[in-house]
Each structure stands twice: as structure tokens, then as C-alpha cells.
Antibody, heavy 119, light 106 residues
Framework: EVQLVQSGAEVKKPGESLKISCKGSGYSFTSYWIGWVRQMPGKGLEWVGLIYPRDSDTRYSPSFQGQVTISADKSVSTAYLQWSSLKASDIAMYYC????????????WGQGTMVTVSS | DIQMTQSPSSLSASVGDRVTITCRASQSISSYLNWYQQKPGKAPNLLISAASSLQSGVPSRFSGSASGTDFTLTISSLQPEDFATYYCQQSYTTPYSFGQGTKLEI
């Protein structure tokens, strides 16, 4: 079964660092781009960025450039989204998704990782 | 960046109704338009890619069409399980922006 499994919910303090993960299985992890999508509470979907695990080519939305870092470790079929200093405005559900549908649609999604930032 | 404008933002309908949701791109995106369904507490699910290509397993009451920079998602006969939020997304050029969503309610 093709699936993406994300790491569990996180509760952090402002200023702390965080790295969440997304592990792919059931397909060739290095053959598909992996994207990250943010959904703030009660709000819509926002495209964060993409990574191609084979060579770690990465693209960011200007809104997130410099705010987060996307990486991947192809040896463990896992993509990551990380923050060096969390803010309250980072509170959201973060989804990873495989770009494997026709014309680069996200065809497989992870279950989401909820990030809470609170002092 | 390409802006995606969805309308309406919310829609009340009944089981059996025919429903249309529209998405307009701020510039040409060819057929690089995808539709997703999201139910509360769940990850989005791909319904249609490339403007009109139905994903495997998605009921045939869902269809997509395109006319220039205007794209339409149609549900021919609403079923109880279709009440959800729907998003369009362009995958023509990064950042691959989403529309703001359409909440379909009873």
C-alpha cells in the first residue's frame, strides 16, 4: 500500500526548534516530489514547498522561504519540515503529500501533524 | 504568483441537488488544475487532476471542466457523504497555490 506516515503531534514553546517527518512506503520514494501544506485552525490550505528526494532539489513558497526548511533522507524514505525558532503563528496542521497525480497533483497525503506553540 | 479565486465560499444544498463550484486563475495555467475534497479532521483527498481527469475510486457524479482560466467542479447529484470543503489548486508553476475553499453544507 502506498502511504505517507507523519510524526505525531507536537507541543513546543515559542523560540524552540522543531523537525517533523513524513515517511513514505509502498513506492519508489526517490521518484516523486513530496510537498508540505499548512492548514491553520479553521482556515484553508496553503502550499509551503516541495522537495525531490533523489537530489534534494527544493522549492519554497515566498511566504515560507526563510521561515522553514524542507529536507529529505532518501536512505530512510523520509521528508522533513523544520523550524529553527517557532512562533505562535506557526500553530497549524501540517500535511505532507506526494506529487504523483496527473499534471503534478497531490495524490497521496499523510495524516497530518498538529503543531502547537504555547508558552 | 498565481492567484486562485474560488466561488462561492460556502454553499447550502440538499441531497440530490446538482452543484457547481468555480475556480478562476489569475493567469493561464493550461490544464494544471486539481480539485480536492476535505472532510473535518481529515487530510484532503484528490478528486480530479488535470482539470477533468477523475481519480480512480472517485464516483462518476464528480466531474471537472475548463474554459480558459475558469475551471468548474460539478457534482451531479449530491450524496450525504459529499458535504465537505472543496479546494482547487494550480500545479502549473510554483508556488502551487490553492483556492480559499468552498464549504458545502446541508
Amino acid at each position: 500500500e502506498v502511504q505517507l506516515v507523519q510524526s505525531g503531534a507536537e507541543v513546543k514553546k515559542p523560540g524552540e526548534s522543531l523537525k517533523i517527518s513524513c515517511k513514505g512506503s509502498g513506492y519508489s520514494f526517490t521518484s516523486y516530489w513530496i510537498g508540505w501544506v499548512r492548514q491553520m485552525p479553521g482556515k484553508g490550505l496553503e502550499w509551503v514547498g516541495l522537495i525531490y528526494p533523489r537530489d534534494s532539489d527544493t522549492r519554497y513558497s515566498p511566504s515560507f522561504q526563510g521561515q522553514v526548511t524542507i529536507s529529505a533522507d532518501k536512505s530512510v524514505s523520509t521528508a522533513y519540515l523544520q523550524w529553527s525558532s517557532l512562533k505562535a503563528s506557526d500553530i497549524a496542521m501540517y500535511y505532507c503529500a506526494r506529487q504523483g497525480g496527473g499534471l503534478d497533483a497531490f495524490d497521496i497525503w499523510g495524516q497530518g501533524t498538529m503543531v502547537t506553540v504555547s508558552s | 504568483d498565481i492567484q486562485m479565486t474560488q466561488s462561492p465560499s460556502s454553499l447550502s444544498a440538499s441531497v440530490g441537488d446538482r452543484v457547481t463550484i468555480t475556480c478562476r486563475a489569475s493567469q493561464s495555467i493550461s490544464s494544471y488544475l486539481n480539485w480536492y475534497q476535505q472532510k473535518p479532521g481529515k487530510a484532503p483527498n484528490l478528486l480530479i487532476s488535470a482539470a477533468s481527469s477523475l481519480q480512480s475510486g472517485v464516483p462518476s457524479r464528480f466531474s471537472g471542466s475548463a474554459s480558459g482560466t475558469d475551471f468548474t467542479l460539478t457534482i451531479s447529484s449530491l450524496q450525504p457523504e459529499d458535504f465537505a470543503t472543496y479546494y482547487c489548486q494550480q500545479s502549473y508553476t510554483t508556488p502551487y497555490s490553492f483556492g480559499q475553499g468552498t464549504k458545502l453544507e446541508i
